[in-house]
């Protein structure tokens, strides 16, 4: 499965979650940003290589399907509801990943 986490800038929440769900077995994650200065912005090969595009905020998941509504037929396009109130790879941010992701993509 594979799973692009966006967020704005690709340096904090995104690159966390994809680093934690790349340990998974089965779970290919990239992370990317809606910003177009981000360190991996988004794009419509991304769009398209997604199962599942799981957005940290309403404002990514607007800006996304405004941009990509094309090539979003059939995706799952999922908000997080996770503020940019953290460091990357910090404990309570992983925690609230691994809470919050299971509920819209099977893990195993």
């Known amino acids: 499965m594979n799973l692009l986490f966006v967020c704005s800038e690709n340096r904090l929440r995104s690159p966390t979650a994809e680093a934690v769900f ?31 595009i799981l957005v940290m905020e309403k404002t990514h998941r607007h800006k996304i399907s405004k941009k990509y509504k094309a090539l979003l037929n059939g ?3 999922v908000c997080l ?4 109130n953290y460091e990357c790879m ?3 941010l992983v925690k609230i990943l691994k809470s919050k ?3 819209y993509v099977q893990i195993s």
């Open 90 to 92: 910090q404990p309570e």
């Open 22 to 52: 790349s340990e998974y077995q089965g779970i290919e994650a990239i992370g990317a940003g809606t910003n177009s200065d981000a360190e991996t912005p988004v794009s419509g090969d991304l769009i398209l290589w997604a199962d599942v």
């Open 75 to 77: 995706k799952r396009l």
């Open 101 to 103: 992701v299971p509920k």
């Open 81 to 84: 509801d996770i503020p940019d």
